[in-house]
Structures are given as C-alpha cells and as structure tokens.
C-alpha cells in the first residue's frame, strides 16, 4: 500500500488566507468608522436633530446652541470652524471650539455635565480626524459666519451670570420688604398656617431664590404682568400680607423691569443691541432703617410719596449731589402720615456701592428729605413713570443717628406749605 504524503503548510494555507482577508476586511471597516466623515456622520451631525438643549443653555438663556457651528455637510462645517478660527490645525486639541465647549458654571448639574463630555469627546475626535484629511484640507473657504448670528452685547446679556446679577440688583435687594412673611428665618408663624411653599426667599442663596420663582410659576415669562409675584404684592390676587406695594412705584418697577428682561432673553426677543434695556447708574438694597412722615395732608390719601435723602458734606458746605437713601409708599390720609423702610443707594461705579450691597445703612448726620407726592397719579396711566421737580412738594432737614428697626424709626414733620 502506497501512503500519500500531505504536507501541513500547503493544508492550512487555505485558511490562513482566508483569516488575512478578514482581517484585511476588518482594518478596512475599523479605518472606514475611523474616518473624519464617519465621524461627523454618526457623532457631529445628529447635535442638528437633538431635541434636548446642548451643554450651552447651562450658561446662555438664549442665543447660544452648539448646533450653531454644525452644517449640513462635513466640508461646509469644517471650512466654515476653519476660517472663523475655531480650529487649530497644527494642535487640534488646542482648538476654540473644544474651549467653547468644555466651559462651564462653577455649580454645574451633572445631567448636562454628561452631555458636555459627550460634545467635547465627539468633536475632538472629528477634528482630530478632520485636520488629516487632505480633502477638508482644501475644502473651500466659506464665505459666511458660523456660530451664533447675534451681536456679541445681546449674547453676553443673555449669559446666565449676567441674568442672576440683575436678579440681585432689581429683586433680591428689594426682598426685605417681602422678608417678614416669606424668609424661613422669619416666618414661622406664616409657614404653620400657609405651609412651607410660602418660604419663597432661599437664605443667602439669590440663584435658589430665582430657580423656585420660576419653579412655582411665580414668574409668567409670556405675560410678565401677570406673573405673581407682582400681583400678590399688589394685592390685586389675594394676598394674605395684604397690598405691599403699588402699581409704578420702586419696587414694582424693579421686580417688573428684571421680568420684562428675563422674558425677552429667554424667548429671543432681543436681535439688537439697541433693544437691551440701561443698565441703572444706580445700586440699592433695602435696608431695616425705617422713616416716618408725620403731619402729612388728608388729601395725599393713597398717593405714592417718594422720599429722597441727600447728605449733608461738611468739606463742600452743601448737599451731596446722589441721594444715599430713598423710599416710597402710599400715603396713609387717616393717620396724616407716611412710613416705610428706606433703601439705600449709591452711584453703581463709586466706592460705597459695594457697602450698600453688603450692608445697606445710613451714616448719622445731617440730611435733606426731598418729598414727592404723585398727584399726577402718573404711575396709575402709565408704566414706567418718574417723579420729578414737577411732583416736588417740600423738603425738610433730618438728624439722626438712623438705628435699624421698626420701633427706632426716624420720624420728620411734613414741611408746612
């Protein structure tokens, strides 16, 4: 019997052939979801479709979306980030829009922490890729801009920074008049028979205070007239403090302007820098220093009178030219008087502007209490309105020491006519 030598490297050559093209294969796929498009594909272009905001809105109301440097093709979108200088490429991950992205708030929520990363990981590894590609390379130059279409004045007053700080400025500096009733620290008597969603001021926290405002729907951003926390205050929907302010006048019209504002951001309303509301010339916080007027006429009964002080300078020998106080309340005509808590102010870019937001008080002294009285009854016909020389009644001198509390107020007489 004659036996057939096989040889075993000619019997799995067969096999090991066929292992080489799959993997030959495999490295061609690998190479194809490694590829600058593939990427852009399947990680950059389904940011046009989310329906869920980008990691942007944790730090911009509006006007900001990551979708805003995406087109719809790989060679505009890369074209359009290399003109406008988002790209580096010679060290792509030193790239702009890597930079935009990784930003983020100093208290950042984990959801959008998440998303974030995935944004940062996504476009790192597609301009990575992107800058290898010799094809992008030569993409042409684009001719329009990418990114955001605003004016740079209405992206910035869109940042939420910028939104908390005039929060702090038009309503958590006014919030002490509202402290009684609806600080935790204060209003335990409140809370037994309203329950705690009467606590609406978050001590020491203003982002706390403005996130439960929005929360409890105390703020109707589509008609911000008729958000709550202007109408309780007013008492025009029942409100168990009573009315604690009057249509126009100044803590209305700084709870109002911030609304107004606040509503215009987040809905876009803004495409101009021209729109932008001024900024105040001025700081204020209310204080725990109360001011009477005693004497006051009958005929003022539930007019608004607004009281300004001004500081008697010793070195010029005259009144300061800022007030350093001011307050307004309608007149009580049964009782012949007026009183309420004063705030304090200061021009925003001087040295005691910063004292007045840490701790609004009165130096003693000499001042002059320049009275107003809207007979006019301009803050009922219009929004917003001014008292000016045209609303001027008098004036009187005050001394005091100007302690703090309701039973240490500082009481004036009425200036005779």
Same mark, same amino acid.
């Given at each position: ?11 799995v ?13 495999? @490295? =061609?796929a ?15 272009? /389904?940011i ?5 905001? %980008? %990691? ?17 093709? +790989?060679?505009e ?8 200088? #988002?790209i580096?490429?010679?060290e ?5 829009l890597l930079?935009?992205i990784?930003?983020k708030?100093?208290?950042?929520? #984990? ?14 590894? &597609?301009? =990575? ?19 955001p +279409?605003?004016? @740079? ?12 700080a ?5 309503? &958590? ?14 209003? +335990? ?5 309203h ?5 609406w001021?978050?001590l ?13 729907e ?5 008609? /911000?007239e ?6 309780? /205050? ?10 604690k ?9 700084q709870?109002r ?13 803004y ?6 509301p001024a ?5 204020? %916080?209310?204080?725990?220093? &109360?001011?009477?007027?005693?004497? =006051? ?13 001004? $500081?008697w300078?010793?070195? !010029?020998?005259? *009144? !300061?030219?800022?007030r *350093? ?5 309608? =007149?009580?005509?049964?009782?012949q008087? &007026? ?18 937001? $840490?701790?609004?008080? #009165? ?6 209490a ?11 016909? $219009? ?5 000016? !020389?045209?609303d001027?009644?008098? +004036?009187?001198e005050?001394?005091s020491? *100007?302690?703090?509390?309701y039973?240490?107020?500082t ?7």
């Amino acid at each position: 019997m004659i036996q057939v030598w096989k040889n075993p490297v000619a019997s799995v050559l067969p096999w090991v052939s066929a292992l080489l093209v799959l993997l030959t294969l495999g @490295g =061609v796929a690998q190479a194809a979801d490694d590829s600058a498009l593939a990427i852009f594909e399947r990680r950059i272009l /389904p940011i046009l479709q989310a329906k869920n905001p %980008s %990691s942007c809105s944790e730090c911009h109301l509006s006007g900001v979306d990551l979708a805003d440097y995406v087109r719809h093709t +790989q060679d505009e979108t890369f074209a359009a980030l290399r003109d406008g200088g #988002l790209i580096d490429l010679k060290e792509p991950d030193r790239s702009k829009l890597l930079a935009f992205i990784a930003r983020k708030p100093e208290r950042p929520s #984990l959801v959008t922490d998440k998303i974030r990363q995935q944004e940062l990981e996504a476009f790192r590894a &597609w301009i =990575v890729a992107a800058v290898r590609d010799p094809q992008l390379l030569a993409a042409k130059e684009s001719s329009s801009k990418i990114g955001p +279409q605003l004016p @740079g004045e209405v992206i910035r007053h869109a940042r939420k920074d910028r939104v908390l700080a005039s929060f702090v400025d038009n309503v &958590w500096a006014e919030a002490g008049r509202c402290a009684a009733c609806h600080s935790p620290d204060r209003n +335990q008597q409140q809370v037994k028979k309203h329950g705690e969603h009467i606590s609406w001021i978050k001590l020491g926290d203003p982002a706390a205070t403005l996130a439960y405002l929005r929360e409890a729907e105390l703020i109707d951003l589509v008609k /911000p007239e008729k958000s709550l926390l202007l109408l309780k /205050p007013l008492n025009q929907v029942k409100h168990g403090g009573g009315q604690k302010m009057a249509f126009g006048d100044r803590t209305y019209k700084q709870f109002r302007q911030f609304i107004d504002d606040l509503a215009a951001t987040e809905l876009g309303k803004y495409t101009a820098a021209g729109q932008l509301p001024a900024v105040s010339t001025e700081v204020s %916080s209310v204080s725990e220093i &109360w001011f009477k007027l005693e004497g =006051v006429p009958a005929k003022y009964d539930k007019l608004v009178l607004q009281v300004d002080l001004y $500081r008697w300078d010793e070195r !010029s020998k005259d *009144w !300061s030219k800022d007030r *350093w106080a001011t307050a307004d309340r309608p =007149v009580f005509g049964g009782g012949q008087l &007026w009183q309420n808590h004063l705030s304090i102010t200061a021009p925003r870019d001087s040295e005691r502007a910063a004292a007045v937001r $840490r701790s609004p008080a #009165l130096p003693a002294g000499k001042y002059l209490a320049k009275i107003y009285i809207d007979e006019q009854q301009k803050f009922e016909h $219009r929004y917003p309105a001014v008292l000016g !020389s045209d609303d001027l009644v008098g +004036q009187v001198e005050v001394t005091s020491r *100007w302690p703090a509390g309701y039973g240490q107020m500082t009481v004036a007489k009425f200036p005779a006519n």
